[in-house]
Each structure stands twice: as structure tokens, then as C-alpha cells.
């Protein structure tokens, strides 16, 4: 399917790849896919002293690392560049030449103004519907410095550029009166519009800003968040599909979204409910997938994971995916499994030894387990002997087989954890724990 549709995300290179901005390129994304049209990328850097080729690759790969991939804009170019704003200078100047021609711009004080018309303006917003503004004062199109100024630059390329549909965050809309003024006056049919709803921070009334903690799509990638996960949390922030389900795959939310679907009402960033759809995401990931992503985490810390070939490391990631938060707690989750040298949780040890005597069991284990088959099964029918016979609760095996052998009580299956392990480390494990 191919159509007419334009739209473009035109982020100012200003150093940070905000959440915000990346749900406004998300939502551009998502409707040139669902139909058909053109993603354009533009990248608004007439503010010089600000930007820098380095926030630029910020924003280029942000929007990479969700899969955002754009149809014209820079690398990629296109019919309708250059891309950058800095580039256009004479496009703006000879843009200002038809507004001086046909009265619509005059100087003052060394400033470009452009003469609104007085009347007001009827904005057309698919998500909020017909708005109506009034400019009563006549504004600056170039300063006096020569430089143009955002509405100005903003009007001219979406004009140049075909636009059909310009979607962008709610803090603009005051802005558009001006904006239809200007395309007015070029003669030009103004696109349609869609403000989408702002993004409040997850307590309190005010929006988003980059000073809050994860605001920053970088934070993110840091943390080794499922891009896929992420994207499918910035679809919900202004937009649900109609039947409550909340994790989809993307070809899906291409195909229901709609914008007259978007909310008016503000959404509000919730970190919690982000780091909870990523755990499902980490935990849906077929196991080449997990483990290919794991190494990648894992090379990144200190974790010896290679010392003991591919099948261990893969037997360790398969029992260990789903009882993960994130791949974030992936080295520390999995460290005792490469070596025998760990630490013991002394609080962990402490509330056990309040709950039942370690050791005694530790030892009972030990005694027949030359003659235990050391599946999961095996392990299992095993304690559930032990604890028959000596009259304890299965648990106070477990427990005291979890400290013993990886230091801590949590972790995978216990089972599945000693078979992995294998029988000689695990009991190479208790010995050093109970030190003989
Ligand atoms: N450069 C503007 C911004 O980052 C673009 C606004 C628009 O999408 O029209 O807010």
C-alpha cells in the first residue's frame, strides 16, 4: 500500500533524545506505516550555537535502536532535501522575498515581522478537532542578526516538503495560529494536524522534563532495556487499542492506529509499568535471542561467563530468562554460576538460621548422594526422601541448598540450578560452605 501521506519528525538537535520526542517520532512512524505513506526525518538545527553533529548522532541513533527507520532525511536523502535546516538558507530568503512582494513582511528595528491578518484562524486538529486562534500581534520572522526564526523555517519546509499531516506534541498548538497564517500567506493549503497529548511525569502535575529519571531514550539503552519493549510502552502513552491489551506486536499496532484514536487527555510516564512490559519482553525472547543479547550484556561486566564452554552458559541463560526483571540484573543474577568464589548474603544467612539448621541438612544431603541420578527429577525425589525420613519440611533442604550453593535465596529452580551446576561442584559447593 503506497499514499500521499508526508510526515515528518523535526527534532532540534539539542543534546538529548527526550522520551517525549521520541513518542512524537513514534506516532509519525506509526501513521506513515499504517498508510503507506512517507516518513520524513528534519532536522530543525537553525539554533547554531546550540547544536553539534554529536547531538545529532544521539537523535539518528535513538531513533534507530527503536526501529524507527525514516524514508527521507539525513543518510538516507530524498526529493525534497537538504534535510537540515542549516542548509536552507536561501530557500528561507527566497521565501521571504514572496511575503515582502505580496505586503506580508515588513522591517523593523533591524527585525523581519510578518503582518497577520486579524482574523482568526481555524486550525484543523484530527485529535482535537477544529481549534480557533487569533494573532493579534504581528511577530518576527528573521532577527535582526539575519537568522530566521522557528515558525517561519517550520511553515516554509513543511510546505516545501509536501507535508500532508504535521504530528507533534500538544505545546505546539498555541503556535499554529501563526503557522496557518503563514501558510495562508504563501498561498499554500495548510497540512492537517494532530497535537498529540503531553507526557506528565509519573507523580504530580508537571510534564515530563530531561532533569526526571527516565526521561532519556539513552537511559534506556544503558540499562539494556528490549528496544522492542520500550517501543511498545511509548504506543501507549496517548493511544490504546480498543480491546485493553496492552503488549503488541508492532505489525498489529501499525494496523490499528489511527490518529483520530489518540487521546486528548495528558498521558503519564509510568517507569514502573515500562520496566514490567520490558521483563515480558525479556522473558518472551526465543533462547538464540536471549542468549545472543545476554553475551552482549554479560561481556560488559566482569562475569567470567565464557570459563566453561557455550553448552553451560546456555544451560545457565535457559533456566535463568524467566525469573529475570530485565537483562540489566542479568550479570549479577548469573555470576555464581562461573565461579565458585561468591559471597554469602549475611542477612539471607542470618533469617535461614533462625528458620532451621543448615548445616544438618546440608549434611544429610550429602550422605546418599553418590547413588542419586542427577536430573531434576532425581534431585527432587531425593529431598522428598530426606524429608520424609528425618522429618523436616522439603523447603529446608531448598533453602539451605540455594544459600550454600550460590550464596543468596533467590535465583531459579532450585533443581533445575543443581543439575545445571552438575554434582561434583554442587558438592564442592557445600563443602566449602559448611568448610570441610
Ligand atoms: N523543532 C521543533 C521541536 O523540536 C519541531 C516542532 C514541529 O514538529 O513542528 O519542537
Not at 46 to 69: M, Y
Not at 73 to 87: C, H, I, K, R
Not at 116 to 135: L, N, Y
Request: aromatic content about 12%.
Amino acid at each position: 500500500m503506497s499514499s500521499d501521506v508526508r510526515v515528518r519528525f523535526a527534532p532540534s538537535p539539542t543534546g538529548f533524545f527526550h522520551i517525549g520526542s521520541a513518542r512524537t517520532a513514534l506516532f509519525n512512524w506509526l501513521y506513515a506505516r499504517h498508510t503507506g505513506g512517507t516518513f520524513v526525518l528534519r532536522i530543525e538545527d537553525t539554533d547554531r550555537a546550540r547544536d553539534s553533529e554529536e547531538f545529532l548522532t544521539v537523535i539518528l541513533d535513538g531513533l534507530r535502536w527503536l526501529g524507527l527507520n525514516w524514508d527521507e532525511g539525513p543518510e538516507v536523502g530524498g526529493d525534497y532535501g537538504p534535510y537540515f535546516q542549516s542548509q536552507r538558507s536561501d530557500i528561507y530568503r527566497a521565501h521571504l522575498e514572496i511575503l515582502r512582494k505580496n505586503g506580508k513582511a515588513y522591517d523593523k528595528d533591524g527585525a523581519v515581522y510578518f503582518k497577520v491578518s486579524g482574523e482568526p484562524q481555524t486550525i484543523h486538529d484530527v485529535i482535537h478537532g477544529d481549534v480557533i486562534r487569533k494573532e493579534e500581534k504581528d511577530f518576527v520572522i528573521f532577527r535582526s542578526d539575519g537568522s530566521p526564526v522557528f515558525h517561519f523555517v517550520n511553515v516554509v519546509d513543511d510546505m516545501m516538503m509536501k507535508i500532508t499531516h504535521v504530528i507533534r506534541g500538544e505545546d505546539h498548538l498555541s503556535n499554529t495560529s501563526k503557522h496557518v497564517e503563514l501558510f495562508h500567506a504563501f498561498g499554500a493549503p495548510e497540512p492537517l494536524f494532530a497535537h498529540i497529548p503531553l507526557i506528565l511525569k509519573s507523580q504530580g502535575s508537571g510534564k515530563m522534563s530531561k532533569r526526571d529519571t527516565g526521561a532519556l531514550v539513552e537511559d534506556y539503552v544503558k540499562q539494556f532495556f528490549i528496544p522492542e519493549a520500550v517501543r511498545n510502552y511509548l504506543c501507549l502513552l496517548g493511544w490504546a487499542p480498543k480491546n485493553d491489551r496492552e503488549i503488541l506486536p508492532i505489525e498489529e499496532i501499525i494496523s490499528l492506529f489511527d490518529l483520530p484514536n489518540v487521546n486528548k487527555t495528558n498521558a503519564r510516564f509510568d517507569e514502573k509499568k515500562m520496566a514490567f512490559m520490558n521483563a515480558e519482553y525479556v522473558r518472551a525472547l526465543p533462547l538464540d535471542d536471549f542468549v545472543m543479547c545476554s553475551r552482549r550484556v554479560l561481556a560488559q561486566s566482569d562475569v567470567p561467563f565464557e570459563s566453561h564452554g557455550e553448552e553451560y552458559l546456555r544451560s545457565v541463560l535457559s533456566i535463568c530468562q524467566e525469573k529475570l526483571r530485565g537483562l540489566k540484573e542479568l550479570p549479577h543474577f548469573v555470576s555464581y554460576f562461573f565461579t565458585q568464589n561468591f559471597e554469602y548474603d549475611q542477612k539471607d544467612l542470618e533469617k535461614l538460621r533462625k528458620k532451621c539448621d543448615i548445616s544438618a541438612r546440608l549434611n544429610e544431603f550429602l550422605k546418599n548422594l553418590s547413588s542419586v541420578s542427577f536430573g531434576e527429577a532425581g534431585i527432587e525425589n531425593y529431598i522428598h526422601e530426606l524429608s520424609t525420613t528425618n522429618q523436616v519440611t522439603s523447603g529446608d533442604y531448598i533453602h539451605s541448598l540455594r544459600l550454600a550453593v550460590s550464596g543468596r535465596s533467590v535465583g531459579p529452580g532450585l533443581y533445575a540450578m543443581l543439575k545445571v551446576l552438575g554434582k561434583e561442584e554442587v558438592i564442592a559447593r557445600i563443602k566449602r560452605f559448611l568448610h570441610i
